[in-house]
Nanobody, 111 residues
Framework: QVQLVESGGGSVQAGGSLSLSCAAS?????MGWYRQAPGKQRDMVAT???????NYEDSVKGRFTISRDDAKNMVYLQMNRLKPEDTAVYYC????????WGQGTQVTVSS
């Protein structure tokens, strides 16, 4: 069982930045960030492997950066040039065949 705790959400104006952190009880090969806006499904934002290979959803490429520190059991998401459409609850995720989720953290971007 992997326990994940997110932090760092909040409110920001469009064009601003936020940094999310995820503390994991232990790290899996694939860690990631997903988001869910009201009335929409939960979608992948970014994932990263233990080897550092990152994958991004098209709309966040060039604005968001995912990183991990396995020595600290942490996963990060740096979000720059935020847009109102980035507003969602952001979830830390671990695993592929069996998936674990954090409780989520709200990100609100106002125009």
């Amino acid at each position: 069982q992997v326990q994940l705790v997110e932090s760092g959400g909040g409110s920001v104006q469009a064009g601003g930045s936020l940094s999310l952190s995820c503390a994991a009880s232990f790290m899996l090969n694939v860690m990631g960030w997903y988001r869910q806006a009201p009335g929409k499904q939960r979608d992948m934002v970014a994932t990263i492997t233990s080897g550092g290979l990152a994958n991004y959803e098209d709309s966040v490429k060039g604005r968001f950066t995912i990183s991990r520190d396995d020595a600290k059991n942490m996963v990060y998401l740096q979000m720059n040039r935020l847009k109102p459409e980035d507003t969602a609850v952001y979830y830390c995720e671990a695993g592929v065949t069996r998936v674990y989720w954090g409780q989520g953290t709200q990100v609100t971007v106002s125009s």
